[in-house]
Structure formats: structure tokens, C-alpha cells
């Protein structure tokens, strides 16, 4: 775990300033709880796991997160986090050069890849996360209101996965759209990793959503 342990004092504290960062901390704390393994890790613990450096994230989420992915072009790391014990690994991935001010409601894509921990239910994390996502989208506690949603087979890892989309507006007015899929993380893995893209509906890089997951059929 040396990757997730050498992380300066200042990182943390940006770390800490940032809403989507915390709101991945609370994404990560739900997961936790849902794995009934929440009540002895807190927040201010969670920053402990984080790794920073874009090269490195980028990395990890090509070589274990997802092995054989690749992050789009004009994207790369923002931030990755282990959770205790290994049993899960998180990573979010943003257009080049907006690592530290990232607003997800004005950015055309924002990539998120989440294991699912053993044991878990896929449905369940995959609906705790979207709530949460909605949730941080909407700002102000309110939620993203959805108003249309669509499903869609895919193909990644050699097998068929349903691909849902969404598109809502946040309590400012902005329109999202965000997808989300799962998909194994090798071939004939029985491990799974929960992506999820978001980002402004009228400049969504849907190109970069397509190069992703192609690099995954």
C-alpha cells in the first residue's frame, strides 16, 4: 500500500477542500457500510488512502483497477483511494489539467471506476452510488431531477452488459447526463468494477465515453 500512503499534508488538505472529493469519501463510506465493515473507519481516515499524482492514478486504473483499459485521450488521473484491507479500489479520472479545481457540473466528462467489494450485491452498490452522485450533482441536499433514462446493451470483456443512461438537471439549472455500467474487470473474471461517466449534457464527450469502453470489449 506505499502507492496510497505517501500523501503530503498539503494534498490532504486540497483534498479536503474539494466537494467532489469529499463527496467521493461519502460515496466510499456508504460502500462501507454497505459492506457492514463502515463502523471502524472514519472520514478523516478515508484521506489517508488517497494517491494524487495524475501519472500514477492513470496507472493504476489501466493496470489493476481495469488491466488492459485505456484512459482516454486528453484525460488522465484525478485521484485514487484503497479502501482498508484491499477490499476495494476507487479511482476518478478528469480532462487533463483540471485535477484540482474539477466542478463536475460544468465539465463534459468526468470517469469514475469503482471495484465492488466480494460479497457485495452489484445492484446495490450501483444504486447507492447513483443516489449519492445525484445527490452531489444536485447540490444544496437536493437531487439531479431525472428526465429521461434509457438502457442499452453493450459489449466489454468478451460478455453482453447493460449499459443505463440518464439525463437530469441539477437544482442550478445544469443538465447532466451520466451513464453507468459493470462490467468484470479481466475477462472471465468474476470480480466487477462499476464505472460511471458524467458530465455537461450539451458538451458530454461521448467520444471519450466510446474509446473507454471499447478498449474494454
Given at each position: 500500500m506505499g502507492?496510497?500512503t505517501?500523501?503530503?499534508?498539503q494534498?490532504?488538505?486540497?483534498?479536503?477542500?474539494?466537494?467532489?472529493?469529499?463527496?467521493?469519501?461519502?460515496?466510499?463510506?456508504?460502500?462501507?457500510?454497505l459492506?457492514?465493515?463502515?463502523?471502524?473507519?472514519?472520514y478523516?481516515?478515508?484521506k489517508?488512502?488517497?494517491?494524487?499524482?495524475?501519472?500514477?492514478v492513470?496507472?493504476?486504473v489501466?493496470?489493476?483497477?481495469?488491466p488492459g483499459?485505456?484512459?482516454?485521450?486528453?484525460?488522465?488521473?484525478?485521484?485514487?483511494m484503497?479502501?482498508?484491507?484491499?477490499l476495494?479500489?476507487?479511482?476518478?479520472?478528469?480532462?487533463?489539467?483540471?485535477?484540482?479545481?474539477?466542478?463536475?457540473?460544468t465539465?463534459?466528462?468526468?470517469?469514475?471506476?469503482?471495484t465492488?467489494?466480494?460479497?457485495?450485491?452489484?445492484?446495490?452498490?450501483?444504486?447507492?452510488?447513483?443516489q449519492?452522485?445525484?445527490?452531489?450533482?444536485?447540490?444544496?441536499g437536493g437531487?439531479?431531477?431525472?428526465?429521461?433514462?434509457?438502457?442499452?446493451?453493450?459489449?466489454?470483456?468478451?460478455?453482453?452488459?447493460?449499459?443505463?443512461?440518464?439525463?437530469?438537471?441539477?437544482?442550478?439549472?445544469?443538465?447532466?447526463?451520466q451513464?453507468?455500467v459493470i462490467?468484470?474487470?479481466?475477462?472471465?473474471?468474476?470480480?466487477?468494477?462499476?464505472?460511471?461517466f458524467?458530465?455537461?449534457?450539451?458538451?458530454?464527450?461521448?467520444?471519450?465515453?466510446?474509446?473507454?469502453?471499447?478498449?474494454?470489449r
Amino acid at each position: 500500500m506505499g502507492d496510497y500512503t505517501d500523501f503530503d499534508e498539503q494534498q490532504a488538505d486540497r483534498a479536503g477542500s474539494s466537494g467532489f472529493l469529499k463527496f467521493c469519501l461519502i460515496c466510499g463510506c456508504l460502500l462501507l457500510l454497505l459492506m457492514g465493515a463502515g463502523a471502524g473507519v472514519m472520514y478523516w481516515q478515508l484521506k489517508d488512502m488517497f494517491v494524487m499524482d495524475p501519472v500514477r492514478v492513470t496507472a493504476k486504473v489501466e493496470a489493476e483497477i481495469l488491466p488492459g483499459a485505456k484512459v482516454p485521450d486528453g484525460y488522465s488521473g484525478m485521484f485514487a483511494m484503497r479502501f482498508p484491507g484491499g477490499l476495494m479500489e476507487f479511482a476518478l479520472i478528469a480532462p487533463e489539467g483540471m485535477q484540482q479545481q474539477a466542478n463536475q457540473n460544468t465539465l463534459p466528462l468526468m470517469i469514475m471506476a469503482c471495484t465492488i467489494p466480494p460479497g457485495s450485491s452489484a445492484d446495490e452498490v450501483k444504486g447507492q452510488m447513483q443516489q449519492a452522485m445525484q445527490q452531489q450533482t444536485g447540490r444544496a441536499g437536493g437531487n439531479m431531477k431525472v428526465e429521461a433514462e434509457e438502457q442499452r446493451t453493450i459489449t466489454a470483456r468478451g460478455v453482453e452488459v447493460t449499459l443505463q443512461e440518464h439525463v437530469g438537471v441539477a437544482d442550478n439549472g445544469v443538465k447532466m447526463k451520466q451513464l453507468l455500467v459493470i462490467v468484470p474487470q479481466k475477462p472471465g473474471s468474476s470480480q466487477q468494477v462499476l464505472l460511471m461517466f458524467m458530465g455537461k449534457e450539451d458538451i458530454f464527450d461521448q467520444a471519450a465515453v466510446d474509446a473507454f469502453l471499447e478498449s474494454l470489449r
